[in-house]
């Protein structure tokens, strides 16, 4: 059974930062892909950014590009995205999940295969 924990989010100001991590759990995370997404208030699941199974190949939302970073420690099936710069409108649940989804997939998730979730506020 696939499990994924996000922890990591909080309150923060703008301007400030945060790092998420994703525990996994259930399946071989060094032989998977994974995708980090996320839904604010009254919104669809956005897609913010995917990592290759060896960490070699990442990519971001333009919304996100340059700000956020996303890493892998595969001895530790553990996925991480720092946040950086946040602004208000990164205020969101932030999800990881199992697969290499995109802005065109992320709605093809399957729930088993997504956390639960991390609260990001950003505000002042």
């Known amino acids: 059974e696939v499990q994924l924990v996000e922890s990591g989010g909080g309150l923060v100001q703008p301007g400030g930062s945060l790092r998420l991590s994703c525990a996994a759990s259930?399946?071989?995370?060094?032989?998977?892909?994974m995708t980090w997404v996320r839904q604010a208030p009254g919104k669809g699941l956005e897609w913010v950014s995917l990592?290759?199974?060896?960490?070699?190949?990442?990519e971001y939302a333009d919304s996100v590009k340059g700000r956020f970073t996303i890493s892998r420690d595969n001895a530790k099936n553990t996925l991480y995205l720092q946040l950086n710069s946040l602004k208000t409108e990164d205020s969101a649940i932030y999800y990881c999940?199992?697969?290499?989804?995109?802005?065109?997939?992320?709605?093809?998730?399957?729930?088993?295969?997504r956390g639960q979730g991390t609260q990001v506020t950003v505000s002042s």
């Open positions: 999940a199992k697969g290499w989804y995109t802005e065109y997939s992320v709605r093809n998730i399957p729930t088993n295969y």
């Open positions: 990592i290759s199974t060896a960490g070699t190949t990442t």
């Open positions: 259930g399946f071989p995370f060094r032989e998977n892909p």
